[in-house]
């Protein structure tokens, strides 16, 4: 089974700095066409998940040019670039490569303001 | 734009069955395209993903293990919408039950329902 590790697991930041989160997964998530399927998903306080990055790095129709996502491999980033008050929230990472297979999804990073 | 509105019973006894149903607007149930999921989050658990239809020429089903044998997912075409049927449920069970659309592992989950708390109690 794939895990999917992301830390750190609670992130405080200050309102217009960085964050960075990271997600690794216990084995490859090249697929055999040659691609990597990890996704990012958004879920703020009350409401359902959304997603927000797609193939590492693509962002999802309506996603702000703040949110990037990166990696290869078994090693992933999302990073916001300027903290805002409507990015509170979890942050999940998803492998889509062995779906479905298989679908799993990291534990989550809970973000704050400080 | 997709929206996807859940409903169903939010209390279910152990040993019953939970139902809960998932109706699609400004997409298909048919598409050939799109399948349609469903998934759960409770504290324990996290985010668990629990089956999905599609249709591609014919209907196909793809089940978690954590689930199969007690999961049954089927797609109402004259409705557009698909439903969740989970037997035999335990205090285990508990959890926020989402519907959500996937478009193959380029876009897993794109579009989610609002979510459905079910709690398995007597």
């Known amino acids: 089974d794939i895990v999917m590790t992301q830390t750190p697991l609670f992130l405080p930041v200050t309102l217009g700095q960085p964050a960075s989160i990271s997600c690794r997964s216990s084995?490859?998530?090249?697929?055999?066409?040659?691609?990597?399927?990890l996704s990012w998903l958004q879920q703020r306080p009350g409401q359902p998940p959304r997603l927000l990055i797609y193939k590492i790095s693509s962002r999802f129709s309506g996603v702000p040019d703040r949110f990037s996502g990166s990696g290869a491999g078994t090693d992933f980033t999302l990073k916001i670039s300027r903290v805002e008050a409507e990015d509170v929230g979890v942050y999940y990472c998803v492998q889509g490569t062995q779906f479905p297979q298989e679908c799993t999804f990291g534990q989550g990073t809970k973000l704050e303001i400080k | 734009q997709v929206q996807l509105q859940q409903s169903g019973p939010g209390l279910v006894k152990p040993s019953q069955t939970l139902s809960l149903t998932c109706v699609i607007s400004g997409d298909s149930v048919s598409s050939n395209s799109g399948a349609w999921n469903w998934i759960r989050q409770s504290p324990s658990r996290g985010l668990e993903w629990l089956g999905r239809?599609?249709?591609?020429?014919?209907?196909?089903?793809d089940y978690a293990i954590s689930v199969k044998g007690r999961i049954s997912i089927n797609p109402d075409t004259s409705r557009n919408q698909f439903s969740l049927q989970l037997n035999s449920v335990t205090p285990e069970d508990t959890a926020v039950y989402y519907c959500a659309r996937d478009k193959g592992r380029v876009y897993p989950f794109d579009y989610w329902g609002q979510g459905t708390l079910v709690t398995v109690s007597s």
């Open positions: 084995q490859s998530l090249v697929h055999s066409d040659g691609k990597t399927y």
């Open positions: 239809t599609y249709y591609r020429s014919k209907w196909y089903y």
